[in-house]
């Protein structure tokens, strides 16, 4: 089945750095785009970033342009966000998700994994 696990979470102080890694199974990755969603507490998810199946295009939420890039290693299957010049406000859980053709479109997610950016 298919299983999207994420890693790399952790606490930064602001102007740190992470880079985020979910690692896929259970479907032909690299046939499928990727997403990174967001969720701080008492908010809605939010979509943070999306790559295209070969990893030719990208696309970022307003709040993270220049700061956070997306991409992808076909061959291990694995996604990455790395998050540059964090701030307090990028402090959330953080999703992998993807959208998969099985008898029919299936959005499926990873556990989510914790980003605290404080001081």
């Known amino acids: 089945q298919v299983q999207l696990v994420e890693s790399g979470g952790g606490l930064v102080q602001p102007g740190g750095s992470l880079r985020l890694s979910c690692a896929a199974s259970?479907?032909?990755?690299?046939?499928?785009?990727m997403s990174w969603y967001r969720q701080a507490p008492g908010k809605e998810r939010e979509l943070v970033a999306q790559?295209?199946?070969?990893?030719?295009?990208?696309n970022f939420a307003d709040s993270v342009k220049g700061r956070f890039t997306i991409s992808r290693d076909n061959a291990k299957n694995t996604v990455y966000l790395q998050m540059n010049s964090l701030k307090p406000e990028d402090t959330a859980v953080y999703y992998c998700?993807?959208?998969?053709?099985?008898?029919?479109?299936?959005?499926?997610w990873g556990q989510g994994t914790q980003v605290t950016v404080s001081s």
């Open positions: 259970g479907f032909t990755f690299s046939n499928y785009g």
């Open positions: 998700n993807a959208k998969v053709l099985t008898r029919r479109w299936t959005d499926y």
């Open positions: 790559i295209t199946a070969a990893g030719g295009s990208q």
